[in-house]
């Protein structure tokens, strides 16, 4: 257990509905990541926040998608009107800092979204 | 050329022997790098770590870094049947905050 944790595990919803899906990092890391995997790759990284502040974003993450980390503590992802393309585990990961300028990152166990 | 890259498998081993799993990456001035385990339908989990030339030793895991090749493996000893999952390497690109990754090499160890 990596102390992150993501709700829900599964979601199963229909093309064109909007999801949310919610991180809640390792206590007292100011930074929090999502990424996105499918079948067969690895993880895409999506975007990351530090503190409340979202600080890049992955071309992937498109305008049906924003995310939020509202008072720097937990984070929601939302998607809206769903695409089966949207279909992937959704992974959050919280870092232990291992230096001045990179993160050592432990992952969630993730959301998979399946949608119809 | 693709950021990482990584043989995708399967690679199989008989239980006992060493397993030995390859990644090269594209980005010159990357100077932190990381192997993850991930089982089927799990999250990814992090097994090793390593930033200088070398070899770094962890229990049954070796990670080797060569930095001028740019290339990075993982061998694993020993291999057990429980050690049977997807490996995927990944590193910070440049000054870069998020991982990279390759798209992972599916390993099988036979009983």
């Known amino acids: 257990d990596t102390g992150v944790s993501q709700d829900p595990r599964h979601k199963i919803t229909k093309r064109g509905q909007n999801v949310t899906f919610r991180c809640d990092p390792i206590s007292e890391h100011n930074r929090l990541y999502w990424y996105r995997q499918t079948l067969g790759q690895g993880p895409e990284f999506l975007t990351y926040f530090q503190n409340e502040a979202q600080l890049e974003k992955s071309r992937l993450l498109s305008d049906r998608f924003s995310a939020e980390r509202p008072k720097g503590s937990f984070s929601t992802l939302e998607i809206q009107r769903t695409e089966q393309g949207d279909s992937a585990m959704y992974l959050c990961?919280?870092?232990?800092?291992?230096?001045?300028?990179?993160?050592?990152?432990?992952f969630g166990p993730g959301t998979r979204l399946t949608v119809l | 050329q693709k950021e990482v890259e990584q043989n995708s498998g399967p690679l199989s081993v008989p239980e006992g022997a060493i397993a030995s799993l390859n990644c090269t990456y594209s980005?010159?001035?990357?100077?932190?790098f990381f192997w993850y385990r991930q089982y089927s339908g799990k999250s990814p989990e992090l097994i090793m770590s390593?930033?200088?030339?070398g070899d770094k030793e962890d229990g049954r895991f070796t990670a080797q870094l060569n930095k001028a090749s740019q290339y990075v493996s993982l061998l694993i000893r020993d291999s057990q049947p429980s050690d049977s999952a997807t490996y995927l390497c990944?590193?910070?690109?440049?000054?870069?905050?998020?991982?990279?990754f390759g798209s992972g090499t599916q390993l099988t160890v036979l009983p």
């Open positions: 990944a590193f910070h690109k440049a000054s870069a905050r998020q991982l990279t």
């Open positions: 980005d010159r001035v990357s100077q932190s």
């Open positions: 990961a919280s870092p232990i800092s291992s230096g001045a300028s990179t993160d050592t990152q432990y």
């Open positions: 390593i930033y200088s030339n």
